[in-house]
Structure formats: structure tokens, C-alpha cells
């Protein structure tokens, strides 16, 4: 590790501010650990309640394995909602617009805070608090370029609805390769969707952060990056984009789970593991078509279940969704879990040879990291065009055809069944997924291009 900082000048404090979800806090946590490791102070502001007792659980650990992390639990003001609602966006949302009542809780922070490092869903208010203060703000993504690009574009695309008519199958961002108009998420099409009006107040506010902090990989991403960072695209709506990719992870201790032992037992890169990330719950009807393409497939799996949303909610047992004799009939050859699982162990265990993946971007990114190849099978949001980004980059495999979001007929056991045959057969795949984990090692280890990244703006802010 690389500590490059002035030993005579103290190193910065940092304020980290993560919006909802596991998919914000994960990566914000391994920032914070990024930056003990490096001598920095930091503070960690969560807001509170959060949706998710898997948000709460991880905070109290990790607070609890590091003791000099100040935090500051910040009472956020809930608005008026419905039931229909989705937990996550309300939050992301209430959290935005409860930022005004957060500098008091930072401004005798000692010693004195050198920046706030916030997410992307804080971006229209945080500005606010960091000029009071008197200090840089920057934003962490927890997207992909692409997707940040498209986000920073949105105020331009939502301007014309003629962009969404027929005629259009394309989206253009002058200086960067279109992508179709159905990879963009549906709720982009209303702008009185709660999520797009809370990511367009954020869009608009990109180009005041000193830059933003993307997980993400330049042997991924490279040609977004130059577009944005050396020819100038979206210069006005974005500050300097800062590729830190993969992010290290960070550790907790925890007792090792079952299906870490029966990880243990089988055969190097023989094991399918099959997630959809910590808030995406499936039907009834895709679960018992995913149970048959697992078993046609013949292959091992491990296969992580959710049946809700939230996870407080999800108190379905596991024999209720998959039945007693699947369970049985596949005993030898795979495990199901429901709950949480420690996935960058997972995916670190030399037994997972492949990982049918929703593609959110923590996901895509841990794949890369260890070279998993992935079958993907995104869900919504910013998942299409991340499973694009995999397609390209030679990480894994993708079926545009697989519905999503507002489109999402029943992908049948058969057609899983043959991505998994296809991606567990494919050499070469293996092979270029392989050489993508270690061009992400070298991003990261001491005089990596990624790390070198993180080193100047910690010497930036130390003087
Ligand atoms: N995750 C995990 N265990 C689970 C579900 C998710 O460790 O049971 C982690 C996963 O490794 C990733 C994050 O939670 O770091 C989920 O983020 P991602 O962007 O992949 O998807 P999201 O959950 O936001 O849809």
C-alpha cells in the first residue's frame, strides 16, 4: 500500500455520506476502509432509520471493527407516502431533502473535515453544506460510467418527449457510442416518476463536485472515460470522473456461512452461482423456471433467494418457494440459500465458475475483479446498460431478448438452462473474463492506475 502523504502535514478527514440501500452503503464502507488504511479520519454519516436491516446490521459491524470511524446517525425527515411506494426511492428522496439540517452536526467535526465524499442521490444538496463549510465536496457513483453519462444527460433527454416517440430507437450523447432507447429504465419516460424527479435535481448538480468517484475499470469502461475526461464530452453538466475500480473490499467477522463449507467441497470453477443482488425479488412463476434451467443444466449451483423487496418483509421459507422435492432431487448437486450472503466471498471461492448476475455495478464489478464470467440478466434501472458494458468487455454473456422492468415476460427453463451450459462450456469466455480479474488486480495494487488516482486527490486535500 502506497502512502505517498507528507508525513509532517496531518492526513485529511473525510466525510463519507451514502444514500439507500446495500448497493450504496457496500461501496461507500469500502471507501471508508480505503481511506483508514491510508492514515485518513473519517466520518461516517448514515441516515437513519434505514430501509433495509441489512444496512443496519453492516453499519453496526463495521463500526464495531473500527472503532475510530465517528458516526454520525442523522434523523432523516420521512415524507408523506403510500404503500405503493418504493422504500428504496422514498428514501433515496427524503434523505436528499433533509441535507439542509446536516452542516450543525459537522461543523465542530475534529479534527476539522477536508471534504465530503456523498452520493450521487445527495448531489443537489450537499453543495450547500460543503460551501458552508468550506470545503470540496465529491461524489461517489455506485453506477457505471455509461450510466452516470445518461444521468447526466437526462435533463436534456426529458426536455424533448419526442426522444421516446417511435421514431427513435437510439439514444445519442454527441461523442459517445449510442445505446438503445430500450436499454434506458422505464421510469425515465414519466418525469413525474419519483426516482426520475429525485435523479434529475441530482443530474443537474453533477458539475458541482470537485469529481466523482467511479467503481469502475478502465479495461471495462475506457472509452467512456476518455470521451468524458479527455474529449470533453458532457463538460458542462460533469466534473472529472475519477476511475478508483474494483474497490478493496473490506473485512468483517462473521461466522462462515454453510454455503461457504459446501463452497468448500466441490470442484475448482464447477459451481454456478446464481443472485440478483440485495433488493430485486423474483415471482413465484421466473423462481420455479430458474429451479428448472439449474437442474436441466446438470451443473452445480449455489443460488441465493429473495421474495420481497425489503428484507424485513421476506419471511417466505425456502421449502415454500422451491418445494420439498427440488430440494431433495438436488441435494447433491446444488444449495439454495435465502437471506444474506457474504457474495465477495463467494465470489472470491475458487469453486464459482460462473455467475448468472442482475448486473447491478457492485456485482459486475466484484465479478471482475476475481475474472467470473457472467451470465446477464438484468432487471432495471441501470442494469441493461451494465450488462452491456459486460457483453463488450468480454466479461460474461447477455440475451437482450430476457425481459425486464416494465417488460418482463417469463424467461423459461430451457432457455436458463442453455446460458448456463453456454457460459460453463465457454473456454474462451473463461479465458477473457480471467484476463479482465487481473487487469483489475493491477488497477489496484500499489502504482496501479486506479489506486494512483485515489493517492493524488488524498495529497490534494492534505495541503
Ligand atoms: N450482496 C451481498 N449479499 C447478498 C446480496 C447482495 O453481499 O445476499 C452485496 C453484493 O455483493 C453487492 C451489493 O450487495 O456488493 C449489491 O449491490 P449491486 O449493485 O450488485 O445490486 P443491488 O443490490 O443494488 O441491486
Known amino acids: 500500500m502506497s502512502n505517498t502523504m507528507d508525513s509532517k502535514s496531518l492526513p485529511p478527514h473525510i466525510a463519507l455520506f451514502p444514500s439507500a440501500g446495500m448497493g450504496h452503503l457496500t461501496p461507500f464502507l469500502r471507501i471508508a476502509s480505503m481511506l483508514l488504511r491510508r492514515n485518513c479520519a473519517v466520518t461516517l454519516i448514515t441516515a437513519t432509520p434505514t430501509v433495509s ?234 423462481i420455479r423456471e430458474i429451479s428448472k434451467g439449474l437442474e436441466r443444466s446438470g451443473h452445480r449451483f449455489l443460488w441465493v433467494l429473495k421474495s420481497s423487496k425489503v428484507d424485513t418483509e421476506d419471511k417466505i421459507q425456502l421449502k415454500d418457494l422451491l418445494g420439498d422435492s427440488f430440494l431433495e432431487r438436488t441435494k447433491n448437486k446444488g444449495t439454495a440459500v435465502k437471506g444474506w450472503v457474504s457474495q465477495p466471498e463467494i465470489l472470491e471461492h475458487p469453486s464459482v465458475g460462473a455467475f448468472v448476475s442482475h448486473c447491478g455495478w457492485n456485482s459486475v464489478i466484484e465479478a471482475a475483479r476475481r475474472g467470473v464470467p457472467v451470465v446477464a440478466w438484468p432487471q432495471h434501472g441501470d442494469q441493461r446498460l451494465n450488462a452491456e458494458i459486460v457483453q463488450r468487455g468480454e466479461l460474461g454473456i447477455w440475451d437482450r431478448k430476457w425481459g425486464w422492468d416494465g417488460d418482463k415476460e417469463l424467461v423459461c427453463g430451457e432457455e436458463i438452462e442453455k446460458k448456463i451450459r453456454e457460459v460453463m462450456g465457454d473456454e474462451k469466455l473463461r479465458k477473457m473474463a480471467k484476463k479482465v480479474g487481473e487487469e483489475a488486480r493491477k488497477a489496484a495494487e500499489t502504482g496501479g492506475s486506479s489506486e494512483k488516482v485515489l493517492s493524488e486527490v488524498l495529497e490534494f486535500l492534505q495541503k
Open 53 to 286: 436491516a441489512a444496512e443496519s446490521s453492516h453499519i453496526s459491524s463495521f463500526l464495531h471493527e473500527h472503532p475510530q470511524v465517528k458516526h454520525v446517525g442523522f434523523q432523516i425527515i420521512q415524507l408523506p407516502h403510500s404503500k405503493q411506494d418504493d422504500p428504496f426511492y422514498l428514501q433515496f428522496e427524503s434523505t436528499r431533502r433533509s441535507v439542509h439540517l446536516l452542516h450543525p452536526l459537522l461543523s465542530s467535526s475534529s479534527p476539522p473535515l477536508s471534504a465530503i465524499f456523498a452520493d450521487f442521490f445527495v448531489a443537489s444538496s450537499i453543495t450547500s453544506v460543503s460551501t458552508k463549510l468550506g470545503i470540496p465536496h465529491y461524489l461517489i457513483s455506485t453506477t457505471s460510467v455509461k450510466f452516470l453519462c445518461l444521468l447526466a444527460y437526462l435533463p436534456e433527454l426529458i426536455s424533448d418527449p419526442a426522444k421516446f416517440d417511435h421514431s427513435f430507437t437510439e439514444v445519442e450523447i454527441s461523442g459517445l457510442t449510442p445505446f438503445p432507447i430500450s436499454s434506458i429504465p422505464p421510469p425515465f419516460k414519466d418525469p413525474n416518476h419519483l426516482f426520475t424527479k429525485t435523479l434529475l435535481q441530482n443530474s443537474r448538480a453533477l458539475s458541482k463536485a470537485k469529481g466523482i468517484f467511479m467503481n469502475s475499470l478502465q479495461c471495462l469502461e475506457a472509452e467512456t472515460l476518455e470521451a468524458v475526461n479527455n474529449g470533453g464530452v458532457l463538460s458542462h453538466s460533469l466534473p472529472p470522473l475519477l476511475p478508483i475500480g474494483p474497490l478493496e473490499l473490506y473485512e468483517i467477522k462473521t461466522e462462515k456461512g454453510q454455503y461457504m463449507t459446501w463452497l468448500d467441497r466441490q470442484p475448482a470453477e464447477s459451481v454456478v452461482y446464481v443472485s440478483f443482488g440485495s433488493r430485486t425479488a423474483m415471482s413465484r412463476e421466473q
